[in-house]
């Protein structure tokens, strides 16, 4: 079926209130991350394992489901919505709901429409989304070594990633790559990674490892603090700690001899539970409150409930009224098994 960017509702929904909503914490809840699709065309070593059990088609929320959703957030105050996965440009018709959800940027309900993807299916997609508004986009990449890329990631096309980051760079948007560094696989590569992303006018950030769903490796084997990684780029980069935010957890310097900018997301040596902002949007409607906690709440349910928004509305209210301080992210020899037993790709990190 070929959907069309008037296929259902275009008028802006419910005007947004003044203020987003507050958790027990009295952290605003601005930021809504949605998995639009559990799955993913690659098969990364620290995310999933190689023969998953995704979940059945039938279990999804429809496009329109998910543009209902989005769109009760938006009128709850959220001004930042990211898509991801699994892989969210895998899921099928899913420029249709981008379409759709530009409608908050046309209204001024949402500041900022954006994704995170492995790269794969950019040079398809790149323009519409820049036609959608998408100014910014994540790339995961972990590694510039093509072969060492296959074993990262088990079924990726290094070249095909390439790509995808030129045709989003020639559209217009604005690519941050994201690296999750690897004790014993690209530790070494760090700085070339730093120096290939800035000199591509691209900023860089880097992820500490979280332990989430078995993946088939024992992630202590993996496992790289990023104080020790940056202690070891300072031998050859001037680091400044600067205040620049995205909205999002990373913090971040700007390197002097470079000039571009360096994140660090550390969920394990410093996490940044304090100012979290965000909620995640699983594709079935499950929401999750903190990515490395195991409660959350049912909102499929009120959402098929009724055509009106009112029980939504008020099992969102209830959702964040739970939302916990923080999350309890450890790696060691004494802790082996995940955090938590959901795979990254249920939630989308």
């Known amino acids: 079926m070929n959907y069309s960017p008037g296929s259902f509702g275009k008028a802006a929904g419910p005007a947004p209130t003044n203020a987003p909503i507050v958790d027990p914490f009295g952290r605003s809840i601005s930021y809504l991350r949605v998995s639009v699709t559990d799955r993913c065309d690659f098969r990364c070593t620290y995310c ?8 059945p088609k039938k279990d999804l929320l429809t496009l329109e489901e998910l543009d209902r959703l989005c769109s009760a957030f938006i009128a709850k105050g959220v001004r930042k919505l990211r898509l ?15 379409r759709n959800l530009a409608r908050h940027l046309d209204g001024g309900g949402l500041d900022e429409l954006t994704l995170t ?14 036609d959608c508004g998408v100014r910014r986009i994540n790339v995961s990449l972990d590694t510039l070594d ?9 079924w990726g096309d290094f070249a095909k990633v390439m790509e995808g980051i030129d045709a989003a760079r020639k559209a217009g948007i ?18 070339d990674l730093l120096r290939y992303a800035h000199g591509n006018g691209m900023d860089l950030t880097l992820i500490e490892t979280m332990p989430m769903g078995e993946t088939g490796e024992d992630r202590t ?38 000039g571009g900018r360096l994140g660090f ?26 990515l490395g906690q195991e409660d959350a709440a049912d909102l499929r349910a009120a959402l098929r409930a009724s055509d009106d928004d009112t029980l939504l509305a008020a099992a969102i209210d209830e959702a964040i ?16 098994r995940p955090a938590v037993a959901r795979h990254m790709s249920v939630t989308g990190g």
């Open 48 to 55: 999933m394992a190689e023969n998953m059990n995704f979940l």
């Open 84 to 98: 991801t996965g699994g892989e969210p440009l895998v899921r099928k018709n899913i420029m249709f709901l981008m």
């Open 117 to 130: 993807t492995n790269g794969s299916q950019l040079a398809r997609f790149a323009g519409e989304l820049a």
């Open 146 to 154: 093509p072969r060492k890329f296959a074993e990262i990631t088990r």
């Open 174 to 191: 604005r690519v941050k790559i994201n690296a999750v560094a690897l004790k014993d696989f690209n530790e070494d590569e760090i700085a």
């Open 221 to 258: 084997d993996r496992y790289l603090p990023l104080s020790t990684v940056r202690q070891r780029l300072e031998t050859q980069f001037t680091l400044s700690d600067i205040p620049y935010r995205t909205g999002g957890p990373a913090r971040y310097v700007e390197v002097k001899e470079t």
């Open 265 to 290: 997301i550390t969920p394990l040596t410093h996490n940044f539970c304090e100012s979290c902002n965000r909620v995640r949007l699983t594709c079935t409607g499950t929401l999750y409150m903190c």
């Open 321 to 336: 009224s739970r939302k916990p301080k923080g999350h309890d992210f450890v790696i060691d020899r004494d802790h082996r």
